[in-house]
């Protein structure tokens, strides 16, 4: 019986082996077909997160391009609602205008429009030219003085696609005077974003709110003007959001595309970037073709030796043989791989090192196998990567992904991104961590420039009006809930359009520079802030501060700018550089109904009754007495 038992099992035994093999041979191609879509999906991914960056630093050019042209127009309503239109004072803009458009290439037009339609005055291939006004209607028809975005409208002087930043200036009674329009041109963006092609056929389109193209490289030409509102990036609510990846069918060229868009959310634009699929998943198809035929290869050959070895021991080798192929296939992959690969033993020490690490961390992987894998760590982010090794040799965590800076052996300290993996025996049980790292010095230097152009001031250096509102928001809510006082200093320029007129305006950017510095120095605390408000105006923003107090400083910070002896001949008797201040304090606990354009028009309306006082002087809140606030102060 036992004799029959076991040849019954001999017989049975090539068809166990047959099975073997058959599983063997489904899962290694299942397991290649998974690790080939894996690699496709990782690729789609890298591409939306280059897209990504590629689209919110296009976004911010496109900001950054409407604040610089907002930036002159407010200069100009400020001079029409204080000077009025009369004819010496459009010759005068005029000659603003001009200046303004020759020194800033990004400008296509400037113009000035009265309340009837009638073009005053301009600067660049425009007057009266442009085949749409319906910014003109807006402001005619708001009673709001912020910059309003149009759609791209087409000049007809020059054929060229334009979209207009626009705003309204009011007449001394406080009706709509007119507007003052500056326009850029859809050539120089689509020229812009020239510079950052990343494939064949990649493609940037520049889109306005209501689903006109404003530009696009390649073929702004041909593009430029026409309506995608009708696509699902405007109707569909799941891409409503402020960003994200977007896979679609151009409307435009029927091109297959991925891409990541981005909504401005201070302009009503759209940033779209993105690359042709084919194009990006070409030589991914080539090589997993390429993998794929030799694993189907590798296959066969485990098929036909299955059919013939049938014992376990042959089966055991073949096992065994496998492993030292994927072993040697790990040490090439570890080796060519411009990312360092390290290996960590359950006591912290490295056990293996890639050769990049001499790339990388500067040293050989010689000189690292045995030593501790966090010794590089900057001391500030050693507990934070020490935890997460430790969550990965308990089991709590398969995998992980951490950012820290770490020793470099010539360099200052790098930026590192490690991904890390534990790595387990045969029965389970961990014996490791598997780390993939790769240097990010430049992307976190490029997310600290960023961060820096957001909220600074590019001529002054100060704050900018961004970073102002922010603050004084922040420091109201704080001062509310602490029950004191908030200050705030407003410093304008005295004739600062005549310094200008009589120096340049090179030298009054250096005017402002050397004004800026002065306030920067004193607002030395460090909740402080001082901040460029606007043009030739300032802004000291004094938490903690009583009326006293403010006055104190505002006071110090006129006499600071009068002692900096500035030549300016036209700004008499001083014959210097002299500033008129305003200043305003509040309880904002004790001003339940009031916000924080409560004390912004506080100190703008002391400012105001200093500079009709004579200027050169500080004037308090406390000192109006009901005057009237007249248009355009």
């Keep these: ?67 610089l042209l907002d930036s002159g127009v407010v200069g100009v309503v400020s001079r029409l609602e204080m000077d009025g239109t009369d004819s010496s004072t459009i010759a005068k803009l005029r000659n603003l205008l001009e200046a303004r458009k020759k020194a800033i290439e990004r400008i296509h037009s400037l113009a000035i429009i009265d309340d009837q339609g009638n073009w005053l005055t301009s600067a660049g291939a425009v ?12 402001h005619q028809l708001s009673p709001k003085r912020e910059a309003f975005v149009g759609h791209p409208v087409k ?84 891409l409503g959001g402020p960003g994200g990846a977007y896979h679609f069918k151009s409307p435009l060229d029927s091109v297959e595309r991925v891409s990541f868009y981005k909504r401005s959310g201070r302009f009503p634009l759209v940033l779209l970037a993105t690359v042709e699929k084919e194009e990006l998943l070409a030589p991914w198809r080539a090589d997993a073709i390429s993998r794929m035929l030799f694993v189907l290869a590798l296959v066969m050959l485990i098929g036909l030796i299955g059919a013939v070895l049938v014992g376990q021991l042959r089966r055991g080798q073949r096992m065994a043989a496998a492993l030292v192929e994927k072993e040697a296939h790990f040490r090439l992959l570890a080796e060519g791989s411009s990312d360092m690969v390290t290996r960590i033993g359950l006591d912290e020490r490295i056990r293996y090192v890639s050769p990049s690490a001499l790339r990388v961390v500067g040293w050989r992987a010689s000189q ?63 014996d490791g961590v598997v780390a993939i790292s790769r240097d990010i010095t430049e992307q976190k230097n490029l997310e600290n420039r960023l961060e820096t152009l957001a909220i600074e001031d590019s001529l ?19 001062a509310y809930r602490d029950r004191s006082s908030l200050g705030l200093v407003m410093i304008d320029v005295d004739h600062f359009k005549s310094y200008n007129d009589e120096y340049g305006h090179p030298a009054g950017d250096a005017c402002l520079r050397v004004v800026a510095k002065i306030l920067a120095s004193e ?22 501060t009583d009326a006293a107090g403010c006055a104190r400083i505002g006071e110090k910070l006129r006499q600071a700018i009068r002692e900096a002896g500035l030549a300016h001949a036209s700004n008499l008797p001083a014959g210097v550089v002299t500033v008129s201040v305003g200043g305003a304090t509040c309880r904002p606990a004790l001003e339940r109904s009031a916000g924080t354009s409560s004390l912004v028009e506080a100190a703008d309306r002391a400012l105001y009754v200093a500079k009709q006082s004579g200027r050169d002087r500080l004037v308090m809140s406390g000192e109006v007495m009901n005057l009237p606030m007249a248009s355009g102060q």
Aim: proline content about 3%; hydrophobic content about 40%.
């Design 523 to 544: 607002a030395h605390r460090s909740s402080d802030l001082a901040a460029r408000y606007g043009g030739e105006e300032f802004a000291v923003l004094l938490p903690n």
């Design 155 to 238: 000049n007809l002087i020059d054929g060229e696609w334009v979209i207009t930043l626009s705003r309204r200036f009011n007449k001394k009674d406080g009706s709509f005077g007119g507007v003052v329009l500056a326009t850029i041109s859809a050539n120089y963006l689509a020229n812009f974003y020239r510079q950052f092609e990343i494939g064949r056929n990649s493609s940037v389109s520049l889109v306005h709110g209501d689903g006109l193209i404003i530009a696009r490289n390649p073929d702004n030409a041909k593009y430029v003007g026409r309506s995608v509102a009708d696509k699902p990036l405007f109707r569909d609510p799941a």
């Design 127 to 138: 007057s009266s030219t442009l085949n749409d006004d319906a910014f003109f209607r807006h």
């Design 1 to 67: 019986m036992d004799v029959v038992t076991a040849r019954a099992g001999m017989r049975r035994l090539p068809l166990w082996a047959a099975a073997f093999v058959v599983f063997t041979c489904t899962a290694i191609l299942g397991i290649s077909g998974w690790r080939e879509w894996s690699s496709r999906d990782a690729l789609l991914k890298g591409a939306e997160a280059e897209m990504a960056n590629l689209a919110r630093s296009l976004t911010q050019h496109a900001e950054d391009s409407l604040d």
């Design 368 to 430: 690292l196998i045995g030593t501790p894998a966090l010794a590089g760590v900057n001391p500030d982010d050693l507990p934070n990567v020490h935890a997460v090794v430790q969550a990965l040799k308990r089991g709590e965590k398969e995998e992980a992904r951490v950012t820290y800076r770490s020793r470099h052996r010539e360099k200052d300290e790098i930026w590192l991104e490690s991904s890390m993996r534990v790595t387990r025996k045969d029965d389970g049980e961990i």
């Design 460 to 478: 002054t250096g100060l704050a900018n009006r961004r970073r102002f509102d922010e603050r004084l928001a922040e420091e109201w809510a704080r």
